[in-house]
Nanobody, 121 residues
Framework: VQLQASGGGTVQPGDSLRLTCAVS????????MGWWRQAPGKEREFVAA???????YYKDSVKGRFAISRDTAKNTVYLQMNSLKSEDTAVYYC????????????????WGQGTEVTVSS
């Protein structure tokens, strides 16, 4: 499966962005789909995931601000990010897994190329 992330940009604190992950070579509803991020000098970390059952999972610090969703007709996964903070600045990656371990980086077999999000005043 191939993943193409887009939608990043530079915004101010409190703004919103929606990231898009276009999926090809596989059906989005049959994968565990995740969003991860990597800030400069830091490890890549889990942000959000949606299982094939539509169950969603979130990093504690983004709960209530971020929302993962999918459009099966477009074979696309989204990450709606609201009330952005400077600490959300990172390169965001979408990833796909056939496993159930949503917060385990090694469980994701396929990764997109990343899209950069900068939150700055």
């Amino acid at each position: 499966v191939q993943l193409q992330a887009s939608g990043g940009g530079t915004v101010q604190p409190g703004d919103s962005l929606r990231l898009t992950c276009a999926v090809s070579g596989g059906t989005v509803s049959t994968y565990l789909m995740g969003w991860w991020r990597q800030a400069p000098g830091k490890e890549r970390e889990f942000v959000a995931a949606m299982a094939w059952s539509s169950t969603t999972y979130y990093k504690d610090s983004v709960k209530g601000r971020f929302a993962i969703s999918r459009d099966t007709a477009k074979n696309t996964v989204y990450l709606q990010m609201n009330s952005l903070k400077s600490e959300d600045t990172a390169v965001y990656y979408c990833a796909a897994s056939r496993q159930k371990y949503y917060s385990r980086k090694g469980a994701y077999e396929n990764w997109g190329q990343g899209t950069e999000v900068t939150v700055s005043s």
